[in-house]
């Protein structure tokens, strides 16, 4: 009789026990999904932050190029002012 009481006794501890390792593993794999999901989040904040980084690069290469260009076409309208001076000037030996 005892044995019996014994038998169920050991039963229920290992019911227990694997309820128990059931419990902590769903635990486990729910941590596991939300650390993945706190990845995948930083990883698209990460993209996003590159992309952002990378439009800011080219907006800026742009500017510098558009800031270039408008350099050259003042260089360009002084050289060409310049020589309409020095013409003058040959006009004006020319008549005296």
């Known amino acids: 009789m005892a044995s019996n009481l014994e ?3 050991e039963d229920e501890e290992e019911e227990k026990d694997e309820e128990e390792e059931d419990e902590e593993n769903e635990e486990k794999e729910q941590d596991d999904e939300e650390e993945e ?3 995948e989040e930083e990883e698209e904040e990460d993209d996003d932050e590159e992309e952002d980084e990378e439009e ?3 907006e800026d290469d ?3 190029e ?3 260009e408008e350099k050259e076409m003042e260089k360009e309208e002084e050289e060409e002012e310049k020589e309409e001076e020095g013409e003058e000037e ?3 030996e020319e008549e005296e």
């Open 7 to 9: 038998e169920e006794d």
């Open 37 to 39: 999901e706190v990845e």
């Open 56 to 58: 800011e690069e080219k």
């Open 62 to 64: 742009e500017e510098e």
């Open 66 to 68: 558009d800031e270039d």
């Open 90 to 92: 040959e006009g004006k």
